[in-house]
């Protein structure tokens, strides 16, 4: 049966789209670990990465709700945070409508370096797609920007 109105063609690209899927990743993944180098280094786990980014992202979060996001132990949650707090990146502010909880969110500082930190890594994508690439292959790219961000909004 034909649950999506594509299944001619999904059978026909399966292949295809196997071996697609083994180059693009670890390109993909190459690419990724360029742009992080592009910012200056941080003395942060890929935890604490984590939880600045969701909240940078999703705006303010308790603990157990980070910890249920993250997919973690509140108590492994707790103790990412408080290293967080510690280093001044973020903030603790009282629930108006329950002050047994404390949502955290991102410091100014926080905040500030999220921004430099982008900034190099865009600066160092602007300045190497011009210097690599052409008019054509930029409009090749930009057309596979399109079918990228639709495999990542995939469910």
């Known amino acids: 049966m034909c649950w999506n109105g594509r299944m001619e063609t999904d059978r026909a690209a399966g292949p295809e789209a196997a071996a697609l899927a083994g180059e693009l990743r670890p390109v993909l993944a190459r ?3 360029r742009l992080r180098q592009q910012a200056d280094p941080v003395d942060l786990t890929g935890s604490q990465i984590n939880v ?9 979060a308790t603990v157990s709700g980070l910890a249920r996001a993250e997919g973690v132990r509140p108590q492994s949650m707790g103790a990412t945070v408080a290293a ?6 973020l903030r603790r502010d009282p629930d108006p409508a329950d002050g ?19 900034l190099a890594k865009e600066d160092w994508l602007q300045r190497t797609l011009a210097r690599e690439l ?4 930029l409009a090749r790219l930009r057309d596979a920007l399109a079918l990228l961000a639709r495999i990542a909004d995939a469910g």
């Open 31 to 33: 690419l990724s670990r």
């Open 52 to 60: 600045l980014v969701r909240l940078e992202r999703d705006g303010p």
């Open 84 to 89: 967080l707090e510690v280093a001044g990146l």
């Open 100 to 118: 047994r909880k404390a949502p955290l969110s991102l410091t100014p500082e926080a905040r500030e370096q999220f921004a430099a930190h982008r």
């Open 134 to 137: 052409d008019a054509d292959e």
